[in-house]
């Protein structure tokens, strides 16, 4: 499976910014970053996990949850076999560990899986924590 590592979290104020990273590496033998599409998803203390954004680094495809939608931006660096989220006007309800995950799913069947839970994905990181102070 591709590895994962998650970056960028850290204490920030209410409407403060963000960049949160996720570096791929390790991939499947005969694919390339390109291969796969990213998605970003976040866990609050008590509360299931939830799709936020996800990209295809191929095309530039992007989707957005509607509670972030206006003010996070996902982007890849295919060279650098990165994908970034962008927070801006972060609020507290933000505050989160966010992890990223790798799908070779259809686009169709990614955003099922931003919207309804992840499901039975499994090649989670450790995630980075996002706290936002009011």
């Known amino acids: 499976d591709v590895q994962l590592q998650a970056s960028g979290g850290g204490l920030v104020q209410a409407g403060g910014s963000l960049r949160v990273s996720c570096a791929a590496s390790?991939?499947?033998?005969?694919?390339?970053?390109?291969?796969?599409?990213i998605g970003w998803f976040r866990q609050a203390p008590g509360k299931e996990r939830e799709g936020v954004s996800c990209?295809?680094?191929?095309?530039?495809?992007?989707w957005y949850a509607d509670s972030v939608k206006g003010r996070f931006t996902i982007s890849s660096d295919n060279a650098k076999n990165t994908v970034y989220l962008e927070m801006n006007g972060l609020q507290p309800e933000d505050t989160a560990v966010y992890y990223c995950?790798?799908?070779?799913?259809?686009?169709?069947?990614?955003?099922?899986?931003?919207?309804?839970?992840?499901?039975?994905?499994?090649?989670w990181g450790q995630g980075t924590l996002v706290t936002v102070s009011s």
């Open positions: 390790g991939f499947t033998s005969g694919f390339t970053f390109e291969d796969y599409s």
């Open positions: 995950a790798a799908f070779t799913s259809t686009w169709a069947r990614l955003i099922v899986l931003m919207t309804m839970g992840p499901g039975q994905y499994h090649n």
């Open positions: 990209i295809s680094p191929s095309d530039g495809d992007t």
